[in-house]
């Protein structure tokens, strides 16, 4: 792996040094069996009962797993055991660290879909570091994902278990496309653009919307400089295509590009693990519309969202949005969406160097099987680094490219 520090000399910038969680771990669990010489691990799904913990349990199910359902309503719990042939069940609460923590052993699978996760999701991923036990979840917030990877991530590597958190739709193909896309570009990639390009009457679960207020009050990150900094969601825009795109007369070209604004996102974090060298790395999303609309609102909503009464508000709406958890658009909304995920890498002065595309529908069936597929290899012991990790350092390009062809995103020829 270069050295970061040495990678931004040659690219003519002074050296940087990333924060000690941005660098990849490379290890294995500390006195560790061989793969697959252990029986398998338990999975828990916690939030079972919500949009994204049905869909995750469904494919679990279809894959041959029997999972424990687990969540603070046990009459709906057990109505979703009873109809995947009588799943095991467990109550549990977000806030009781201690029931989570009972219901964990060291190799067991800790599924958690219960967010926002900067509010809610602590105690779950404290309590799987606790039981040695592996985590993965579908977090959007930075906030979170700083948490994971600098404060849970050392204490998870101790103990031998494996950390996965933005482990669906977001921001698992980022994650992807983006190391194939600096694998392309070679090292001369100092920055990388990733945008989440979405059309069609897709929707929004709840959970995807308190998400989202919670994005509103406290910023997205993106790596400046070669350092992680706070903006405001929105605040930067880009206009995204692929090489395909661009390869027809320019009118038409124009209406393929999509423009989208800086969002929340995980590719901040993972993707300078896998470059070192990188200096700057943002998500974006959109495809839909609306885009210059929202990088306006951005600069009133900033000022804004310091003031109590705005901050009350938001959380006013985030608890509203929590208080129905379980909805979202139907399997035919679903099936009607379509997706790209584009990573572009370029060099220091900006040039282009690679562009990689994903494309598919439905992001939600999309996350339900690729947070299934990752519990089952956790649970197996097939993944051999421990600690907070980005689904590339976890599985590997090859593996998780064909994970995600098997879930519904392929790549752009």
């Known amino acids: 792996m270069k050295d970061h520090g040495t990678a931004a000399a040659a690219a003519g910038g002074a050296p940087t040094r990333p924060e000690n969680f941005m660098q990849s771990p490379n290890s294995a669990p500390p006195d560790s069996a061989p793969p697959n010489s252990a029986p398998p691990g338990t999975i828990v799904v916690f939030g079972a009962t919500g949009y994204t913990g049905r869909l995750v349990t469904a494919a679990l199910v279809a894959a041959g797993h029997r999972p424990v359902l687990a969540g603070r309503a046990g009459p709906r719990v057990a109505a979703l055991a009873a109809g995947h042939d009588g799943l095991p069940t467990a109550v549990a609460d977000a806030g009781d660290a201690a029931a989570l923590r009972r219901l964990l052993h060291a190799g067991d699978v800790l599924v958690s879909t219960v967010g926002p996760f900067d509010q809610l999701g602590r105690p779950a991923v404290a309590a799987a570091a606790a039981a040695g036990a592996h985590y993965?979840?579908?977090?959007?917030?930075?906030?979170?994902?700083?948490?994971?990877?600098?404060?849970?991530?050392?204490?998870?590597?101790?103990?031998?278990?494996?950390?996965?958190?933005?482990?669906?739709?977001?921001?698992?193909?980022?994650?992807?496309?983006?190391?194939?896309?600096?694998?392309?570009?070679?090292?001369?990639?100092?920055?990388?653009?990733?945008?989440?390009?979405?059309?069609?009457?897709?929707?929004?679960?709840?959970?995807?919307?308190?998400?989202?207020?919670?994005?509103?009050?406290?910023?997205?990150?993106?790596?400046?400089?070669?350092?992680?900094?706070?903006?405001?969601?929105?605040?930067?825009?880009?206009?995204?295509?692929?090489?395909?795109?661009?390869?027809?007369?320019?009118?038409?070209?124009?209406?393929?590009?999509?423009?989208?604004?800086?969002?929340?996102?995980?590719?901040?974090?993972?993707?300078?693990?896998?470059?070192?060298?990188?200096?700057?790395?943002?998500?974006?999303?959109?495809?839909?519309?609306?885009?210059?609309?929202?990088?306006?609102?951005?600069?009133?909503?900033?000022?804004?969202?310091?003031?109590?009464p705005t901050r009350a508000a938001l959380g006013a709406l985030a608890r509203a949005a929590r208080s129905t958890s379980g909805r979202g658009p139907d399997a035919p909304s679903r099936a009607r969406a379509g997706v790209r995920v584009i990573a572009c890498a370029r060099d220091g002065a900006g040039r282009e160097l690679a562009t990689v595309a994903l494309a598919g529908h439905d992001p939600y069936t999309f996350t339900g099987r690729i947070m299934a597929w990752m519990a089952g290899h956790l649970a197996a012991g097939t993944v051999r680094h421990v600690g907070a990790l980005g689904p590339v350092e976890a599985f590997g390009v090859d593996d998780l490219e064909r994970a995600l062809q098997t879930a519904g995103l392929h790549r752009l020829t």
């Open 136 to 308: 993965v979840d579908c977090s959007g917030e930075g906030a979170f994902l700083r948490h994971v990877f600098a404060d849970v991530g050392p204490r998870a590597a101790a103990v031998g278990c494996a950390l996965l958190p933005g482990a669906g739709f977001e921001f698992v193909p980022g994650n992807l496309a983006g190391a194939l896309a600096l694998h392309q570009a070679g090292g001369a990639a100092r920055r990388l653009d990733v945008g989440y390009l979405v059309t069609g009457p897709t929707g929004m679960s709840s959970g995807t919307r308190a998400t989202l207020l919670a994005a509103l009050g406290d910023g997205v990150l993106a790596l400046r400089g070669g350092r992680l900094v706070q903006r405001p969601l929105a605040r930067e825009a880009r206009t995204f295509s692929t090489p395909a795109d661009r390869a027809v007369d320019a009118g038409r070209a124009a209406l393929r590009a999509r423009r989208a604004v800086l969002w929340s996102g995980g590719e901040a974090i993972t993707l300078p693990r896998l470059a070192p060298a990188l200096t700057d790395v943002a998500t974006y999303f959109g495809g839909g519309g609306g885009a210059r609309a929202a990088q306006a609102l951005s600069f009133p909503l900033a000022g804004l969202r310091r003031l109590p």
